[in-house]
């Protein structure tokens, strides 16, 4: 009887009700459950903070203003934003942004104008020594010892074959050597080599001279050297680089211009 009685509840027993989550498949549902949320968190997360990350700010943002005098510039700085999301399962942290910002220098250098003022003194003149003959229409010509020789010209009685030197050192006159031949609108030309030549003119007469004479400062006397092809006055001589005279042009002894030209 005793043994029967156990059986019979053991039978009631095992054939009672069970909950619902008791059974096996609850929980293996319940579990898959739990890991599809864990992996769609974690997805979520990679999605987010790898895939779609957003592009790094700019550290800073420099805005220069500059004004004509003196120069200004002003520099802004925007800190860059820092995120941070946490979740108790996972943990995910954004990296941090070390961002450093340099703040530019600019060095204003203001020049001062000094306004420069250029007095120009006018040349004035002053009186010197006198000739010794009074004279027009004649030649003067800078030595190279730094004196100077007229020659030639006419005076108040006429045509002159006088020549004098000048010394700026005491402002003195003294004659030196005569022309062989009077002559007046001729031309004088001095050579590297000290000596001067005197070309063409007119005469004492009147007549047209094809004559030319030598000047040699070292002794102070003229000697005649050879005539130019053409008698001609109010010509030009010219000494050129090669150490000769080009004389050029003039007027003949019937007054009509020459277009000759000679070389001494």
């Given at each position: 009887m005793h043994v029967n009685q156990v059986y019979v509840e053991l039978?009631?027993?095992?054939n009672g009700p069970h909950k619902w989550w008791h059974h096996r498949w609850v929980k293996i549902i319940g579990i898959s459950v739990i890991i599809l949320i864990?992996?769609?968190?974690?997805?979520?997360?990679?999605?987010?903070?790898?895939?779609?990350a957003?592009?790094?700010?700019?550290?800073?943002?420099?805005?220069?203003?500059?004004?004509?005098?003196?120069?200004?510039?002003?520099?802004?700085s925007t800190p860059p934003s820092q995120i941070t999301t946490s979740l108790m399962t996972p943990t995910a942290t954004l990296p941090q942004t070390t961002t450093t910002t340099t703040s530019l220098v600019?060095?204003?250098?203001t020049l001062t104008q000094t306004p420069s003022t250029t007095t120009t003194q006018q040349s004035e003149w002053s009186a010197t020594g006198n000739?010794?003959?009074?004279?027009?229409?004649?030649?003067?010509?800078?030595?190279?010892?730094?004196?100077?020789?007229?020659?030639?010209?006419?005076?108040?009685?006429?045509?002159?074959?006088?020549?004098e030197l000048y010394d700026p050192s005491t402002s003195i006159?003294?004659?030196?050597?005569?022309?062989?031949?009077?002559?007046?609108?001729?031309?004088?030309?001095?050579?590297?080599?000290?000596?001067?030549?005197?070309?063409?003119?007119?005469?004492?007469?009147?007549?047209?001279?094809?004559s030319a004479e030598l000047y040699d400062?070292?002794?102070?006397?003229?000697?005649?050297?050879?005539?130019?092809?053409?008698?001609?006055?109010?010509h030009t001589a010219s000494l050129l680089l090669n150490g000769k005279v080009l004389v050029?042009?003039?007027?003949?002894?019937n007054a009509n211009a020459l277009n000759s030209a000679e070389l001494y």
């Open positions: 039978v009631n027993v095992s864990v992996f769609a968190v974690i997805l979520t997360l990679l999605l987010n903070f790898v895939v779609f957003p592009e790094k700010s700019e550290p800073s943002t420099t805005t220069t203003t500059r004004s004509s005098s003196p120069l200004t510039t002003t520099t802004v600019t060095s204003t250098t000739m010794n003959n009074a004279r027009y229409h004649h030649t003067a010509s800078v030595l190279l010892n730094g004196k100077v020789l007229v020659t030639g010209e006419i005076d108040n009685n006429g045509v002159l074959s006088s020549a006159w003294t004659t030196t050597g005569n022309m062989t031949n009077a002559r007046q609108q001729h031309t004088a030309s001095v050579f590297s080599n000290g000596k001067v030549l005197a070309t063409g003119g007119i005469s004492f007469f009147g007549s047209f001279l094809n400062p070292s002794t102070g006397t003229l000697t005649t050297t050879s005539n130019i092809t053409n008698a001609r006055y109010y050029t042009g003039g007027s003949d002894s």
